[in-house]
């Protein structure tokens, strides 16, 4: 079964502290992406890579920043955590041709305390 | 930039009831893709539509697009426990070749069924 895999569900994190989500999957899917999701305000796009390498900033990129050294891993990176980063965060990919939409992870639940 | 329009924003049905969902957009759509999320846990694909006047039925649940494809509905007929959830649609902001893979989501609608 493809799939999206974030490596935590939930996480807690201190003010001041660098913190790693890592999104991977297995697909081969050339476009990767990380929303944040807030109620009231819906899916918010942070960064997405369509290569290797390559990141291309979304909507709300500050505070934010991302690592695609393999195809399959798409790294999101909170520099210096702050408790307005407290969120339900979203890694998903999708094919470059073709009209198919995304594969989500199941989320992962983040609070900044 | 395109946006997307959900309504309604939540929706509380007894069980066994029909219900719609809507989604309306400010542009052509070239791709309507139609996601349900479980509390706490991420998107689940529905259905795709493209097409004007497309539609598509999956169990209880079928999706249009109207002819213009600036407007895409989602119907749950006899809804059950089951269903509940937030309903999310996503687009192409553009041509899909044209873009960089990016969908653009509705803030979405939270369906709560009552047995």
């Known amino acids: 079964d493809v799939k999206v895999t974030q490596s935590s569900r939930y996480l807690v994190k201190r003010t001041g502290e660098k913190v790693f989500l890592e999104c991977v999957q297995d697909?081969?899917?050339?476009?990767m992406f990380w929303y944040r999701q807030d109620p009231g305000l819906g899916l918010r796009l942070i960064y997405f890579s369509y290569d290797v390498k390559m990141k291309e900033k979304g909507d709300i990129p500050e505070g934010y920043s991302v690592s695609r050294e393999k195809k399959e891993r798409f790294s999101l990176i909170l520099e210096s955590a702050s408790t307005n980063q407290t969120s339900m965060y979203l890694c998903?990919?999708?094919?470059?041709?073709?009209?198919?939409?995304?594969?989500f992870g199941s989320g992962t639940r983040l609070t900044v305390v | 930039s395109q946006e997307l329009e959900q309504s309604p924003q939540s929706l509380i049905v007894q069980e066994g009831k029909n219900l719609t969902i809507n989604c309306t957009s400010s542009?052509?759509?070239?791709?309507l893709y139609w996601y349900k999320q479980k509390y706490g846990e991420g998107l689940i694909f529905l259905m795709m539509?493209?097409?004007?006047?497309e539609e598509k039925s999956h169990e209880k649940i079928t999706a249009k697009l109207d002819e213009k494809k600036q407007q895409s509905s989602l119907h749950i007929t006899a809804s059950q426990p089951s269903h509940a959830g937030i309903y999310l649609c996503g687009a192409d902001p553009l041509n899909y070749g044209g873009s960089q893979g990016n969908l653009i989501f509705g803030k979405g609608t939270k369906l709560s069924v009552k047995p």
């Open positions: 697909m081969d899917h050339e476009n």
């Open positions: 539509l493209q097409k004007g006047g």
């Open positions: 998903a990919s999708r094919k470059i041709w073709g009209n198919y939409g995304y594969t």
């Open positions: 542009k052509t759509l070239y791709g």
